[in-house]
């Protein structure tokens, strides 16, 4: 009897439940060894300094839970057909694929849901608030899905981009009293020069290495954030960062004389919702702007290159691509995005810290292009909601918010290892007739 | 006229000497064929004409220009085009995309043109276009590299083994194609192959490499009636 065989023989109840015990118990293991000092110990605040709490029983029942959860994760793995796992990627495949070519149409009725949001009779300033950081994160994921989506640069040091925008706003707007609209094209500039800053030392890295360069590159503009002190207020931060106007029209409450403010020269009574909604819809014209370029440069030649590029770079050597100007413009128009974004973070809460700057916020946004389907506009959209909308709505679970979160992670690596959106979608698709439809193609 | 012209080439991977020092030149219009055993460096002289790795000793010349320090993207929009080993077409990708990808330093009012040519030399392409590339099957990736290679309008084509894992029948047809482009069109086509038979058949001339040295040329058909090389290459093994 081959191993094989004997294998398939043995595969009954007996000895596969040994196995998957012994799999459960290793997980259970490990939660253990994590739980003991994340779970099991606490410090606390006592009279005289700092003092140890105990939560044992805490440690318990993660760890009977994740017994029990690989436990059932894996008897379903095991007892399910290796036929329906493939049925299901099938299907799974088809609805993305589905998804992708709703998406045209989905596409404009979600932004005239957006449009339409802040006049809907349930909408308030907290939803308004929501769907503003929603869409935030849904400009620097389509920014960065430039960099990992597009051209396969994975990029774990995104903030660094998001931070120089923010910062470049910040100090122009406050020292030399520009306009926002004068400054934001100057913090994306200033951020894409800082993308082809990073672009040049990495350019010969790949995979594991450049995400360790990156990881680093964006810890440094942190600590440079927080170090020069004469030149960005350390960890004090910058404050006083002006509020943008509607064309010249400042959104306050009280207007010098001779001057006239949004609600006096409009006519209306003042209301704190009026800037609210202005920034709203500022960053949802910076994120459609963002997704409208995107969506055209991948047509165009230099768009095609990066997806190339991501395939198979000695493939797109041979044909004549220039793999050193291809990856700077990647990551010079990712990081002008990201720019873009930091300003309007800047303004929206006119102030900023090094600390809004950290890996954290790198890695949540690398989390919903990996989790949207690398490469996909609309699955950027569905994993920004669900992960930044979702943390949102879990609010009142505090502490178990970041579990949800990471639950959700969990769960749709799990059953969707490339994304939410893995389907590609070509740029270019044929005309009824003709036999190269030219720049007409999907959008994806 | 002498197209391309390798001198006394050594090329190193690391601390291995991959070539030690080869002379072969092909001429405007030939066939020419390169043959030898798995690992006597055929890939590495095709991969170091462009420049990956560099000649570390002698010199790449194409149409009398030096080419030796050139980068590959450089290379390419001289007019060499190169179909490389694994044939590394776009998986996700699709079949028209890929021929886009090729036309990447073609001037963009021939693309049209350059299009039909390669569908009417594979007009399996032409019924796949909208396909992904990863979809294809090992023959039709073939066709698809090669079509690629054409859509930079080269003057040279060099193919890296482009029967590898192919039946003997699409192996044929895909021959049958390198001689039409190259008696119809007058491509300059510069091959390196396991599959003795079939190159030396369709070749001109041939060279025949032995751990990185050309170790016999000459025409096509004299090899392959030479009995070392038969002894070596076709019998037996094949």
């Keep these: 009897m ?50 140890l709490e105990y939560r044992w029983d805490w440690v318990v029942i993660a760890v009977v839970s994740v017994f029990v959860g690989r436990f059932v994760l894996a008897l379903r793995r095991e007892t399910r057909s290796p036929a329906k796992r493939a049925e299901r990627e099938v299907v799974m495949n088809r609805i993305g694929a589905t998804v992708q070519r709703v998406s045209k149409i989905a596409g404009p009725v979600l932004v005239v849901i957006a449009i339409a949001l802040p006049w809907m009779p349930f909408s308030n300033r907290y939803i308004v608030d929501i769907a503003t950081l929603v869409l935030m994160y849904i400009m620097l994921g389509w920014g960065l899905n430039i960099v990992v989506g597009l051209a396969g640069l994975l990029d774990l040091g995104y903030v660094a981009f998001y931070a120089v925008g923010a910062y470049s706003y910040a100090l122009i707007a406050v020292h030399f009293d520009l306009s926002f609209w004068l400054c934001l094209p100057l913090a994306g500039l200033f951020a894409a020069t800082f993308g082809v800053l990073l672009g ?29 002190y004469e030149f960005t207020r350390g960890p004090d931060g910058i404050s006083g960062i002006p509020r943008p106007s509607f064309f010249g029209l400042p959104f306050s409450r009280r207007v010098q004389e001779g001057e006239q403010s949004f609600h006096t020269f409009f006519g209306l009574d003042y209301s704190s919702m009026h800037r609210i909604m202005f920034l709203y819809y500022l960053i949802l014209v910076l994120a ?11 047509k165009l030649p230099v768009g095609r290159a990066w997806e190339a590029l991501r395939e198979d770079e000695i493939a797109c050597r041979s044909l004549g691509i220039n793999p050193t100007n291809t990856k700077l413009t990647a990551f010079a128009i990712g990081a002008m995005f990201g720019g873009f974004a930091g300003s309007f973070f800047a303004t929206r809460q006119g102030f900023i810290s090094p600390e809004s700057f950290t890996f954290v916020e790198s890695a949540v946004i690398l989390a ?33 918010r970041m579990l949800a979160f990471g639950g959700a992670m969990v769960l749709i690596m799990v059953w969707r290892p490339r994304g939410l959106l893995a389907h590609r979608d070509p740029t270019l698709r044929l005309s009824a007739g003709g036999q190269n439809a030219g720049a007409k193609g999907g959008a994806s | 006229m002498t197209m391309l012209s390798i001198a006394g080439v050594h090329s190193f991977y690391g601390n291995i000497e991959a070539l030690r020092g080869v002379d072969l030149d092909v001429q405007q219009g030939e066939i020419v064929t ?13 991969m170091t004409v462009f420049g990956n790795p560099r000649a570390a000793v002698g010199s790449v010349r194409f149409e009398g220009q030096n080419i030796t320090t050139m980068l590959a993207h450089d290379i390419v929009r001289l007019g060499i085009a190169q179909s490389p080993e694994g044939r590394r077409i776009f998986p996700r990708m699709t079949v028209m ?14 693309f ?14 032409k019924a796949r276009q909208q396909q992904r590339g990863g979809t294809l099957s090992g023959g039709e990736q073939q066709m698809l590299a090669i079509a690629r290679a054409l859509m930079s309008r080269p003057r040279l084509l060099l193919l890296d083994e482009p029967s590898l894992g192919l039946a003997p029948l699409i192996v044929k047809q895909i021959f049958a194609v ?13 091959l390196v192959e396991q599959n003795a038979f079939h190159a030396l058949k369709l070749a001109d001339r041939g060279y025949v490499m032995v751990n990185g040295r050309i170790t016999l040329s000459g025409g096509g058909e004299e090899l392959l009636a030479m009995p070392e090389v038969r002894a070596a290459y076709l019998e037996g093994g094949h």
Excluded: C
């Excluded at chain 1, 939660?31 to 779970?39: D, E, P, R, Y």
């Excluded at chain 1, 995400?211 to 590159?217: D, E, H, Q, R």
């Excluded at chain 2, 030898?36 to 095709?46: E, P």
């Design chain 1, 368 to 400: 919903i292009v990996v989790l949207g389907g690398m490469g996909s506009q609309i699955g950027v959209v569905i994993a920004a909601v669900l992960l930044i909308g979702g943390t949102e709505l879990f609010r009142e679970l505090e502490q178990f």
């Design chain 2, 112 to 125: 049209d043109d350059d299009l039909d040519r390669v569908f009417t030399l594979f007009p399996i392409l």
């Design chain 1, 2 to 51: 081959t191993v094989e065989a004997s294998r398939q023989a043995g595969g009954t109840e007996g000895t596969d439940l040994v196995a998957l015990l012994k799999e459960a118990g290793l997980a259970a293991l490990v939660a253990l060894g994590l739980g003991i000092s994340i779970i099991g110990i606490r410090t606390v605040t006592i009279p005289g300094g700092l003092g």
């Design chain 1, 200 to 228: 040049f030392p990495v350019l010969r890295l790949r995979g594991d290495y450049l995400a360790i360069v990156t990881l680093g590159f964006g810890e440094i503009i942190r600590v440079v954030l927080l170090n020069w």
């Design chain 2, 97 to 110: 995309e890929n021929l886009q990808m090729g036309a990447t330093v073609a001037p963009l009012e021939h």
């Design chain 2, 34 to 46: 390169l043959i030898g055993a798995n690992g006597a460096g055929k890939s590495t002289l095709l």
């Design chain 2, 178 to 190: 390198l001689k039409d482009i190259n008696k119809q069109e007058g491509m300059t086509i510069f």
């Design chain 1, 288 to 298: 459609l702007i963002t997704n409208f370029f995107t969506m055209r440069i991948r």
